[in-house]
């Protein structure tokens, strides 16, 4: 096996592209997710059965079935319809970049909305009765206890979401999209070097996903940051009791 390095530096500057185009996949597609994933938290915690309906069925169905699937019915399936192509929709629709991103964000929305679900469950009750012991109302509530805390609990695993989503958006290559995978595979076709460069777009998946944890993990902290104060006993209270110098 004769291996050429010269042939990662020749394309490295088209991986980059790739990589471009796959940021922006994923920061876009994020974003919009988390947006569809916080209403569909709150009424997933909501009493009614009929308002947790939807979101139920949302989440079942986007976490049940594989992102490839989903990305394939909004590419191709829309097309089969007539009316959608004859509506106004029709313009983004038709494009797989649009495509992708539809798909990537209503997919991360339902496991991001499963995620914010579990941490606001997870919120301690004793909080929830403190805000409403000081008379504060229910939107008031979420906005001020429910969201900030739901945040600070679920960063860990929406950092690894996120990767996820990262790694999944190499899917977009199979709707015509180059980014870092279709950009790979691209150079290869012309190349005949896929462990060359198949190896070059690994190591730049692996950078950025350590980029992402990095990023999460200062960000945990930084919203966390109670859980590292020390609690500090008065001095005179020491002297009545010295064991609570501990």
Not at 173 to 202: C, H, K, N, Q, V
Not at 222 to 236: F, I, K
């Amino acid at each position: 096996m004769n291996w050429d390095w010269s042939v990662i530096l020749k394309y490295l500057p088209r991986l980059l592209e790739g990589t471009w185009l796959t940021l922006e996949l994923v920061a876009i597609s994020g974003i919009i997710g988390i947006a569809i994933a916080l209403p569909l938290a709150l009424m997933r915690v909501s009493s009614s059965p009929w308002i947790r309906a939807f979101p139920f069925a949302y989440i079942f169905f986007f976490r049940g079935t594989p992102l490839l699937v989903q990305i394939f019915l909004i590419y191709y399936g829309a097309s089969q319809f007539e009316a959608v192509k004859q509506s106004m929709f029709w313009d983004i629709l038709k494009q797989p970049y649009w495509c992708a991103i539809i798909a990537f964000s209503l997919n991360t929305a339902a496991y991001s909305a499963e995620l914010i679900r579990g941490a606001i469950q997870a919120i301690p009750r004793g909080e929830i009765e403190a805000a409403e012991a000081l008379g504060m109302s229910k939107p008031l509530q979420v906005r001020r206890i429910v969201l900030p805390r739901a945040f600070g609990i679920v960063l860990p695993a929406y950092g690894n979401e996120l990767i996820l989503m990262l790694k999944g958006s190499s899917l977009a290559s199979t709707i015509t999209l180059l980014d870092l995978t279709g950009m790979a595979r691209t150079i290869i076709a012309r190349t005949y070097t896929p462990l060359e460069i198949f190896l070059a777009a690994g190591v730049i998946y692996l950078l950025i996903s350590g980029v992402f944890i990095g990023a999460f993990r200062l960000l945990e902290k930084r919203l966390n940051r109670y859980q590292h104060y020390r609690h500090q006993v008065p001095v005179e209270l020491t002297q009545i009791d010295p064991r609570l110098q501990d």
